[in-house]
């Protein structure tokens, strides 16, 4: 959760990675992951002083709910966009949701934008043929659904990115983006613990990644995952 990073005297210099919380699936687009910083060009200093550190909460499902932002050391992360719902673009956010499905009248519903340097754009929904996009990740972009299928396929999340540092050595990957849900194949989650579409399932905690998305035909649906702030320093021997 959230707290404080307390530098009880002296000053230096530490590394950081900084992960936004995924956005909710939706009806049927997939949410899109947290945003990603990570000090990869240098470390950034700190002094003597209490610094507050925001960890974003994942977006719950399929109610148009971004994931939140996470903030520490002056810097924010934006939340996931959120999966569109039934006839409604993907929200924009770190990375952005996928689009929702639509009637066989309507027009395929974009997928949200991603944030530069934190994310990348959720997949379009296919109208007609009841097929959300995947939410976007930040190591790549979300996948259209395929609205030639019938029924149609819906579109996988864009894949996780690769930290520098995670809780321990074997977690290093965070903010895959939402499968999105459709009549037809689902789409999979991008990784890092990223809801798989209509799986019933939310995103692991603390990996800022995004929410499948829900079926028209299902009970339940998938929130997005907590984000997570990581500060290194070194410790005198």
């Avoid at 952005?96 to 997949?123: D, K, P, R």
């Avoid at 037809?184 to 998305?213: K, L, Q, R």
Wanted: charged share 5%.
């Amino acid at each position: 959760g959230s707290g404080k990073f307390l530098v009880s005297a002296g000053a230096g210099d530490v590394d950081y990675l900084i992960v936004a919380g995924g956005g909710g699936g939706g009806n049927a687009g997939g949410g899109g992951a947290g945003g990603v910083l990570e000090n990869t060009s240098g470390s950034v200093a700190v002094s003597a002083g209490t610094y507050t550190i925001t960890v974003g909460a994942g977006g719950v499902i399929d109610a148009a709910d971004d994931g939140g932002d996470s903030v520490a050391l002056s810097l924010t992360s934006v939340g996931g966009g959120y999966g569109g719902p039934w006839e409604t673009a993907g929200d924009a956010g770190g990375s952005g949701g996928g689009g929702g499905s639509g009637s066989s009248s309507g027009t395929n519903h974009a997928g949200g934008a991603g944030t530069a340097g934190q994310g990348s754009a959720g997949g379009a929904g296919a109208a007609g043929s009841q097929g959300g996009g995947g939410g976007g990740g930040k190591g790549g972009v979300g996948a259209n659904a395929s609205p030639s299928a019938n029924p149609a396929n819906g579109g996988n999340g864009g894949a996780a990115g690769t930290g520098l540092m995670g809780i321990t050595a074997a977690t290093v990957s965070y903010a895959g983006g939402g499968g999105g849900a459709a009549s037809g194949t689902e789409g999979t989650g991008g990784g890092a613990g990223a809801g798989d579409g209509d799986a019933n399932m939310g995103a692991v905690p603390n990996t800022g990644s995004g929410g499948g998305g829900l079926d028209a035909t299902s009970a339940a649906g998938e929130t997005g995952g907590a984000g997570i702030v990581i500060i290194r320093y070194a410790v005198a021997a």
